[in-house]
């Protein structure tokens, strides 16, 4: 069963516009999991616009599903992780001064920096999954640099999704087997959404999880957050 990881970044950036503490990101993190979600993504940045470090803090002892962090692993990235010990931790390559992730990890090129830091994460007792642009040498590499899953960077497949559905899903399905048969974990994630989700999992069943954020916030602010919820559930064939 593809589990769903709720990205509560959104719901920081609303609350960061006006300071203060409303929209309530810990509320909010407790109520994904009450209407179903099976996990929650966090990607705190170096500027803090939109988690910060101590909503991770606040969020850790109150969720009870899968907490999963995301991040540039800079020396402060990893400490916040050595304390926190989330159960997984999402590597993304992205600089600070980026909006969003829009690139995954060439694994190849930067195999001996993964190698170091993965082992710094699992000595932590985090699973480890590396955000990648979705290829087979990233995926080959990915075992090489110690990872346990790797994150499909999805945003390609949105893009075409819209052209061609079925040419968009063919290189995610040869990279999942790929991961599938080296005996990575598979997890997807970036500008999924109710139009493109079901078409990618039902394509690539034995995806592990997929994070959505964007999307599905989005989407919270017309079908509110429980029923937006249940509606991701749908579209991942899980009866709610
Ligand atoms: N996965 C990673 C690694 C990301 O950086 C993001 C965006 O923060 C997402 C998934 C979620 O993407 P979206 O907000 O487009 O659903």
Known sequence: MTQLSVNINKIATIRNARGGKYPDVAEAAKNCERFGAQGITVHPRPDERHIRYSD?????????????IEGYPNESFLQLIE???????TLVPDPPDVLTSNAGWDT?????????????????????SIFVDTNLINTEYAIQCGADRIEMYTE???ENFVKDKK??????????????SLGLGINAGH???????????????????????HA??????YYGLENTIQMYLRQLNQKT
């Open 156 to 158: 390609p497949y949105a």
């Open 83 to 89: 304390t926190i010990k989330p159960h997984q931790v």
């Open 56 to 68: 991770v803090h606040e969020i850790k002892p109150l969720i009870t599903t899968e907490f999963n």
């Open 216 to 221: 599905l916030i989005s989407d919270a602010l």
């Open 108 to 128: 190849k090129a930067n195999q001996s920096f993964l190698n170091t830091v993965i082992a710094r994460i699992h000595e932590a007792g985090c699973r480890c």
């Open 191 to 213: 500008d999924l959404s109710l139009e493109n989700l079901a078409w990618f999992c039902d394509n690539i069943p034995f995806l592990d999880e997929v994070s959505i954020g």
């Open 167 to 180: 040419l968009a899903v063919k290189p995610f399905l040869e990279t999942a087997k790929l991961a599938q």
